[in-house]
Each structure stands twice: as C-alpha cells, then as structure tokens.
C-alpha cells in the first residue's frame, strides 16, 4: 500500500476526509494510475504522534484526490527512542545512500558534520543546495519505508558545534577502532531504554582526528567498537542503526 505525508490543513480534524494535491496527485493519479476504490494511507507532517490513518480513494479530479477514512492505526512503525545520526561529509554521492538508508532503518535526524579529515568542503550556498536536496531524499525514504515522520536533514554542522547540539542527550556512542571489545559495546547498548536520546557519530572516509575522539571523550561520548573489521564511512551508522534497531524493537 502507498503511502504519503499530508499537511494538517489537508485533512479534516475528525480524519475522516482527506485531499491530496500537488506533487503527491500526480503521483497518485498519473504515475500510480490509481482508480476509485483503492486504498492508500497517510502521516501528518506536523504530528508526530505516530499515527498511520488509511483511506479509500472516493474522488479524482483534475487537481485532486479525495479519499474517505477506512481506519487509524494508532500505533505507527516509529522506533520507541530517538536515533540522531552525526556523519562526518563522505566523498562524491555517498551521503545520499546514508540518508536514504538511515531514514529507511528509523534514524530521527541526521545531522552532516565537518571534520578534521572530511574532504568535502561546502560554502554556505552549496550547503543549502545539498541540505535541500538531502531532505528530498528523506522524505521519499520515508514514504517508501511507510515512516510516520519525515526525519529532518539539517544544515552541517562543526565537530563542536554537533558535540553542543547532543549534549543533553542520554546516550552518546562514537565508533573507534581503539575502543574496547564488542562485549563492552553488547554493555552500552544493552542499557538503552525506550525513550532515550541517542546520538550516534560517525566519521568521514579517515575516520575522527585524536584530538576529535579526544573531545568526544571529554563530552560523555562514548567509544564502542563495531568489530575486527574495519567498516566503510556508509556501512558503520547503518551497522550500529541496525544493532538499536533490534535492540529497542525487542
């Protein structure tokens, strides 16, 4: 079933009517070629409630689908705690596939960094033209993983200023290959409650500076290791998603 993310103004506060325009009918009613009588769900952008509330399509005009309530499923496919994702700037495209595949294993945010060994560097109008195009890859993430957000992709940030930014988080883990072994990293996430903040920093294609993992260390972060292998920038924060992922879902 497709789903999409409507605005509040576009559906009735009782839920039971819902209009679809835009870029969003045309997919509907073009691309997708839907007929009345199919059934599509939808996400309120500004609700994070979690709620997923499905429809029957009852009209199509020239500019519109409007579809009829079926049913609110109150529980949604959110995970119970909230994933933020620091990634250090990968080279070329690399970043697009770690938003995608983030969004897709129910990250909350991700915040782009600028480190010490990042090769890109962005001026501040290639920055708003990349944020703007990595949003757009979040939220179709989250329509083809049936999100009940759209996880939002901010502008990068400084190593300090992401260290500032996550500091009242509850749980604050940085891979590094001198960490401990991976019972100490089974001992950190084991203690990770539903609820709980959870930053997760990963570097860019050289990995963090000393001096990086160093300020980390001074702000409660802390180094857990992903294993014997060395990972690739784009495997690590899916490797450790993944590892919450099951850990809350249990």
């Not at 576009?10 to 059934?39: C, S, W, Y």
């Not at 609110?72 to 697009?96: A, C, H, R, T, W």
């Not at 920055?127 to 993430?141: D, G």
């Not at 963090?208 to 495997?235: D, H, V, W, Y």
Request: charged content about 25%; proline content about 4%.
């Amino acid at each position: 079933m497709y789903h999409f993310f409507v605005d509040s103004t576009q559906i009735t506060p009782d839920f039971k009517k819902v209009e679809i325009t835009g870029g969003d009918f045309n997919h509907i009613a073009n691309v997708l070629r839907m007929k009345i009588g199919e059934q599509f769900s939808v996400s309120i952008r500004d609700d994070d409630s979690g709620k997923e509330i499905f429809y029957e399509i009852e009209e199509i005009t020239d500019s519109a689908v409007t579809g009829k309530l079926c049913f609110v499923e109150e529980v949604g496919n959110e995970l119970p705690s909230k994933i933020y994702l620091f990634q250090g700037l990968p080279k070329v495209d690399k970043m697009e596939l770690i938003i995608q595949k983030a969004v897709e294993l129910g990250a909350f945010q991700v915040i782009p960094m600028s480190t010490k060994r990042c090769v890109v560097k962005l001026d501040e109008k290639k920055a708003q033209s990349k944020q703007k195009r990595w949003q757009a890859i979040a939220e179709a993430a989250a329509k083809q993983s049936k999100r009940a957000i759209i996880p939002e992709v901010t502008m990068p940030m400084t190593m300090k200023q992401a260290i500032e930014f996550a500091k009242d988080m509850e749980v604050k883990i940085i891979p590094y290959e001198n960490a401990r072994g991976i019972e100490a990293t089974k001992e950190i996430i084991g203690i990770i409650k539903p609820g709980h903040s959870i930053a997760v920093f990963i570097g860019p294609e050289g990995g963090f500076s000393e001096e990086e993992i160093a300020m980390c260390q001074e702000n409660g972060i802390k180094p857990i290791t992903l294993g014997k292998r060395i990972l690739r920038t784009e495997t690590a924060g899916f490797t450790i998603i993944s590892w919450l992922m099951y850990h809350l879902e249990s």
